[in-house]
C-alpha cells in the first residue's frame, strides 16, 4: 500500500514565524511531490510542486525534498493569518495515469 | 482562468434516489478524477478516467458509477443514494504526462436524509 503521512496538527505558529510542514511517504520511485493549501469548506489548491532533490523556492514558500529518506517538507516564511488552513501532501507512485497518492494532511493555526 | 467546474456547491438528496454530479473541465486534461473527502478519512478516490469511455475503479467504487461520454466531462453518479454517502465530493483533472498536478473543482456538498 502505498501511503503519504502526515502529522494531523494543528501546528500552531505566530504570525511572522516560520511554519515547517512535513511528509513523508512509502514509494520509493515517487518522482513527482506537491503541496494543497485547503482552506475550511473549500477545495484544495495546488501551491507547490517539486520533483528534483534540494529546495524550490517561491514567494514566502519553499518546499524541500529528500529522495533517500523519502521525506518532503513545505517551509511558510513570514506566516499569516490568511495561511490559516489545512495543507495536504500528494506523491506520484509512477503508475502511469498520474494518480497521486495524498496524506490527511497537516492544520496549520497562525495566530495573529 | 482554466476551470474545473462542478454543476452544483450543494446538494440535497432523498434516500434511494438516483443522484448525478457532474464536472467539467476546460484545460483539454486527458485524465479525471472523481474523490470524496470525509473529516479525518482525507481524500479517497472513488473512479478515475484517463481518456474518452475509459474508467477505472478507485479505492472505495461501492454504489458509485460514472460516466465519460467527451473528454471534458466526467459524471459520478450514486445508484442509489444512502445516508452514508453523505460527503464532499471532489472532481479534478490532470494532463496524463508525468509531472502535473491536479486541478480540483470547487466541490459539491451532498446530503442524504
Known amino acids: 500500500q502505498k501511503e503519504v503521512e502526515q502529522n494531523s496538527g494543528p501546528l500552531s505558529v505566530p504570525e511572522g514565524a516560520i511554519a515547517s510542514l512535513n511528509c513523508t511517504y512509502s514509494d520509493r520511485v515517487s518522482q513527482s511531490f506537491f503541496w494543497y493549501r485547503q482552506y475550511s469548506g473549500k477545495s484544495p489548491e495546488l501551491i507547490m510542486s517539486?520533483?528534483?532533490?534540494g529546495d524550490k523556492e517561491d514567494g514566502r514558500f519553499t518546499a524541500q525534498l529528500n529522495k533517500a529518506s523519502q521525506y518532503v517538507s513545505l517551509l511558510i516564511r513570514d506566516s499569516q493569518p490568511s495561511d490559516s488552513a489545512t495543507y495536504l501532501c500528494?506523491?506520484?507512485?509512477?503508475?502511469?495515469?498520474?494518480?497521486?497518492?495524498f496524506g490527511t494532511g497537516t492544520r496549520l493555526l497562525v495566530s495573529p | 482562468d482554466v476551470k474545473v467546474t462542478q454543476s452544483s456547491r450543494y446538494l440535497v438528496k432523498r434516500t434511494g434516489e438516483k443522484v448525478f454530479l457532474e464536472c467539467v473541465q476546460d484545460?483539454?486534461?486527458?485524465?479525471m478524477f472523481w474523490y470524496r473527502q470525509d473529516p479525518g478519512l482525507g481524500l479517497r478516490l472513488i473512479y478515475f478516467?484517463?481518456?474518452?469511455?475509459?474508467?477505472e475503479k478507485g479505492d472505495i467504487p461501492e454504489g458509485y458509477s460514472v460516466s465519460r461520454e467527451k473528454k471534458e466531462r466526467f459524471s459520478l453518479i450514486l445508484e442509489s443514494a444512502s445516508t452514508n454517502q453523505t460527503s464532499m465530493y471532489l472532481c479534478a483533472s490532470s494532463f496524463s504526462q508525468e509531472g502535473g498536478g491536479y486541478t480540483f473543482g470547487s466541490g459539491t456538498r451532498l446530503t442524504v436524509v
Open positions: 478516467s484517463y481518456d474518452v469511455k475509459m474508467k
Open positions: 500528494a506523491a506520484n507512485p509512477n503508475t502511469g495515469f498520474q494518480k497521486l497518492v
Open positions: 517539486i520533483y528534483s532533490n
Open positions: 484545460m483539454d486534461h486527458e485524465n
